[in-house]
């Protein structure tokens, strides 16, 4: 890993450059922040956890039609993934008040939402993350009407399916955040994909009968657990054995090396180049 050129290095994950042009490497680590970095640890085994997650999602939305950044796993921490320019919005997508929504609108934890709703964050850790308006996000350049259209739609539709999935092993989607990015073609055409990661770290997750919270909240909340958590929604997914590969609060990294590779066959066809930067034109879907 000291060989490998860093791209950046961001609170969960480390981006290296890729082996072939146009991929990069996600590498997952096993920090928990909370609090703009005011609280901080290391939790043995929560990267290889949210690697396999995400990896497993990213597959199976690809499957629905939903385009990704994910190509395959390449070991227990890192995976391959396509190039893009990140759009600096975070897109929430809320079923469920949990979270800063129940602090701003005075609205009681577990309150179903009468429909969901999607909310917009501007991707700047100094300014906390600030939410944005439509109109903000226009003005100031940071997506364009026809790349914010695609963008909502396709969480849409993620949200239906992830809501179903976690649904079927006994876990209600409370909301979650995605990020996109952008991939230009050799005519200047524009793709969008989804990109970053789906994992506990960014999908609020409760228990259906006991309304147990598995998600990053153990952390933030000082609940406990967190890892034994992740573990156990990725043993509900079927993608780690039933008796789990975090052993004595460290990682098995025999059964975690031994685990079956993920690989997104569908992306992998999708011939794309690498970043091309010019002017966007209409998002088309890949």
């Known amino acids: 890993m000291a060989r490998r050129k860093m791209l ?3 609170k969960g994950k480390t981006i290296f450059e890729g082996p072939e042009i146009g991929t990069v490497i996600q590498y997952f680590k096993d920090d928990a ?8 640890a290391i939790l043995p085994g929560k990267g290889v956890l949210n690697n396999r997650i995400s990896a497993y999602i990213m597959t199976r939305l690809e499957n629905m039609g939903i385009p990704t950044h994910f190509l395959k796993s390449l070991n227990m921490r890192e995976q391959l993934v396509r190039e ?3 759009i600096p919005l975070e897109v929430i997508v809320r079923n469920v008040a949990a979270g800063n929504l129940c602090t701003r609108l005075n609205i009681k934890e577990g309150t179903v939402l009468p429909r969901p709703i999607i909310e917009f964050n501007l991707k700047n850790d100094d300014l906390g993350n600030p939410m944005v308006t439509e109109d903000q996000i226009f003005a100031f350049g940071w997506a364009d009407p026809y790349e914010l259209e695609e963008m909502m739609a396709m969480s849409w539709r993620i949200n239906d399916f992830l809501s179903g999935l976690f649904a079927g092993i006994g876990l209600r989607l409370v909301d979650f955040k995605v990020e996109y990015g952008r991939l230009f073609g050799e005519m200047g055409e524009l793709y969008l994909l989804l990109a970053d990661e789906i994992s506990p770290d960014n999908c609020r997750l409760w228990d259906l009968k006991t309304g147990e919270k598995m998600d990053r909240d153990r952390f933030i909340e000082d609940l406990g657990g967190l890892v034994e958590a992740y573990e156990r ?3 509900r997914l079927g993608i780690v054995p039933e008796g789990g ?3 004595g609060g460290s990682v098995n990294e025999q059964l975690a ?3 079956e590779e993920i690989e997104n066959e569908l992306a ?3 011939k794309l180049k690498g970043i091309k930067r010019t ?3 209409n998002p088309r879907k890949i």
């Open 257 to 259: 090396e031994g685990l």
């Open 8 to 10: 950046y290095d961001g």
């Open 84 to 86: 893009v320019e990140i």
């Open 33 to 40: 922040t909370a609090y703009d970095k005011q609280k901080q």
């Open 268 to 270: 992998r066809q999708r």
């Open 279 to 281: 002017n966007p034109t």
């Open 233 to 235: 929604v990725a043993q």
């Open 245 to 247: 590969i975090i052993k």
